[in-house]
């Protein structure tokens, strides 16, 4: 990951689209296969890289929203469709494990799958209050925590 400024990586603060796509893209070993930019506001090759492959999606306006930021539940997605489409086994998704936190009942439908996967290999942790904050934005330190969860597996 890149510092926000030559000196500073600012933990705390909230993780950027375009930050989690540059994260993924980069552990990937960056490749350059050309893909089609559908994107209006960005020229970023991971965004396109990424988008091409199934793993994000833009917004019905054609945008990729790059400084918008990413919720737990989000990311979850994202890291779902990356492994599946590293052509990954993501089908061992029934664990119960994410049903250990006080507010799973919150983690949106179009989610649950993504999230329920990541918690069950050791991608996603939650919380030392026992939740998972599905709504809650990714911190820069976090993303950093799973990016490198990531790489583990």
């Not at 350059?32 to 930019?37: P, R």
């Not at 990311?75 to 998704?93: C, K, R």
Request: with cysteine; net charge negative.
């Amino acid at each position: 990951m890149d510092t926000v400024t030559p000196t500073q990586f600012l933990p705390d603060s909230p993780a950027a689209r375009i930050t989690v796509a540059e994260g993924l893209h980069r552990l990937s070993g960056r490749p350059d296969d050309g893909s089609a930019n559908p994107f209006t506001d960005t020229t970023a090759l991971s965004a396109a890289w990424l988008y091409n492959r199934g793993v994000v999606s833009g917004f019905g306006d054609g945008t990729f929203r790059p400084a918008e930021t990413v919720t737990r539940e989000q990311i979850a997605v994202f890291i779902y469709n990356y492994i599946a489409a590293l052509g990954m086994d993501v089908s061992d998704n029934n664990g119960m494990n994410v049903y250990k936190f006080s507010d799973y009942e919150d983690i949106s439908d179009w989610a649950f799958t993504a999230v329920r996967y990541c918690v069950e290999n050791g991608i996603l942790n939650g919380n030392t209050n026992g939740t998972f904050n599905p709504k809650g934005n990714v911190t820069r330190a976090e993303l950093a925590v799973i990016l490198n969860n990531l790489s583990q597996i």
